[in-house]
């Protein structure tokens, strides 16, 4: 069954813990893609990636890291200095270097408490 | 980097009259717009998209328009149907993708 798959679907972590999410994908897709999704925000870029062991900053990227060590694996790190950490977060993935369809995974709820 | 703005934040319509969502775009580089509409509780799914090579397309009843000169492009659904009510999402895409903050659409039966 191909997709790309986010876990856990719902996360809660205390205030001052790192935290990491996974996303997984076997559409052997080049590009991810990290938003946030926030109530009447729509979705935000935090970090994507176009290829292995490359990724770039999107327009909120302080308080997360990500890496991509493998083409199947995009984790995001909610780190202790992110200021409103609790969201909806999705991660993407397409076929190539922009100009694609990006395929949304079915999305973290985390809360921080 | 990319800003994407949308309009209108919410609309409403009667079932089966036409809407229509506009966005505009900052990055003239941006090559790809695709328009996602998520129900609640659901992922983004495309719903349709266009190259910037095109002007218009068009799905049965849904419709994309791109003007690059102006750099702005709008989703027009005619006929719309009680499910057709969700949140829909633009989005401009050159190395990356980036979206607009979406449109929630009620169809009222």
């Known amino acids: 069954d191909g997709g790309i798959t986010q876990s856990p679907k719902y996360l809660f972590r205390k205030e001052g813990q790192n935290v990491t999410l996974s996303c997984e994908q076997n559409?052997?897709?080049?590009?991810m893609y990290w938003y946030r999704q926030d109530p009447g925000q729509g979705l935000r870029l935090i970090y994507y990636?176009?290829?292995?062991?490359?990724?770039q900053k999107g327009d909120i990227a302080e308080g997360y890291s990500v890496s991509r060590e493998k083409k199947e694996s995009f984790p995001l790190t909610v780190t202790s200095a992110q200021k409103n950490p609790t969201a909806f977060y999705l991660c993407?993935?397409?076929?190539?270097?922009?100009?694609?369809?990006?395929?949304f995974g079915q999305g973290t709820r985390l809360t921080v408490v | 980097g990319e800003n994407v703005e949308q309009h209108p934040s919410t609309l409403s319509v009667q079932e089966g009259d036409s809407a229509v969502i506009k966005c505009t775009y900052s990055?003239?580089?941006?090559?790809?717009f695709p328009w996602y509409k998520q129900e609640l509780g659901k992922r983004p799914q495309l719903i349709i998209d266009?190259?910037?090579?095109?002007g218009e397309k068009k799905d049965q009843r849904i419709a994309v328009t791109l003007n690059k000169t102006a750099k702005h492009f709008s989703l027009h659904i005619t006929e719309t149907q009680p499910e057709d009510s969700a949140v829909y999402f633009c989005a401009a895409s050159r190395l990356d993708m980036r979206f607009g903050a979406g449109t929630r659409l009620t169809v009222k039966p």
């Open positions: 990055d003239s580089a941006s090559n790809y």
């Open positions: 990636s176009q290829i292995v062991n490359d990724f």
């Open positions: 266009i190259r910037s090579n095109v």
């Open positions: 993407a993935s397409s076929p190539g270097q922009g100009g694609t369809e990006a395929f």
């Open positions: 559409l052997n897709h080049d590009a």
